[in-house]
């Protein structure tokens, strides 16, 4: 039984203001790892120690044996192009002046990647398998952004 079952079919719905200035998110042991990683300008993945198999983002339970992961190690900084979206509109769907590369970064013998945005590559340039380097901020402080973006090694 669906839950759309239970409501016979009809949408249900709460209009309600709700306060999110008070609303607190932690990162998990994992993310915490990984973005104090970023802050250092080190790309942070676990590694399971039953397995071997080693996930970015970090995971805290291996996915393949649901073993306990407590081991963090820092990875190669050059990945590849695992796929790529070009977007050609804004938020608002306006047409941007220059479009920008959007890519599922991946490295070698790490299961998952980054999805950031990729510079000094025109679009008909972009391949999936192309070698890519992460540019950091000089000033970093544990955010996602830490990585301005990433761009082709040569």
Same mark, same amino acid.
């Given at each position: 039984?669906? @839950? *759309?079952?239970?409501? /016979?079919? =009809?949408?249900?719905?709460?209009?309600?203001?709700? /306060?999110?200035?008070?609303? @607190?998110?932690?990162?998990?042991?994992?993310?915490? +790892?990984?973005?104090?990683?970023? +802050?250092?300008?080190?790309?942070?993945? $676990?590694?399971? $120690?039953?397995?071997?198999?080693?996930?970015?983002?970090?995971?805290?339970?291996?996915?393949?044996?649901?073993?306990?992961?407590?081991?963090?190690? &820092?990875? =190669?900084?050059?990945?590849? @192009?695992?796929?790529?979206?070009?977007? !050609?509109?804004?938020?608002?769907?306006?047409?941007?002046?220059? =479009?920008?590369? *959007?890519?599922?970064?991946?490295?070698?013998?790490?299961?998952?990647?980054?999805?950031?945005?990729?510079?000094?590559?025109?679009?008909?340039?972009?391949?999936?398998?192309?070698? @890519?380097?992460?540019?950091?901020?000089? &000033?970093?402080?544990? $955010?996602? !952004?830490?990585?301005?973006?990433?761009?082709?090694?040569?």
């Amino acid at each position: 039984m669906s @839950v *759309w079952d239970v409501f /016979n079919g =009809k949408t249900r719905f709460l209009e309600d203001n709700m /306060n999110v200035d008070k609303f @607190v998110y932690t990162l998990g042991h994992g993310y915490e +790892k990984f973005f104090n990683g970023l +802050k250092e300008g080190k790309i942070i993945a $676990s590694k399971c $120690s039953e397995c071997g198999v080693t996930y970015l983002p970090p995971r805290i339970y291996c996915e393949e044996c649901l073993s306990e992961i407590t081991e963090f190690v &820092e990875i =190669k900084q050059n990945g590849v @192009v695992l796929g790529y979206t070009i977007q !050609n509109v804004d938020k608002d769907g306006r047409h941007l002046k220059e =479009k920008v590369i *959007w890519a599922l970064i991946g490295f070698n013998g790490v299961r998952g990647g980054i999805f950031h945005k990729l510079v000094g590559v025109e679009p008909e340039e972009i391949y999936v398998g192309m070698p @890519v380097k992460p540019v950091f901020r000089e &000033e970093r402080k544990g $955010s996602i !952004n830490d990585i301005q973006y990433f761009t082709k090694t040569v």
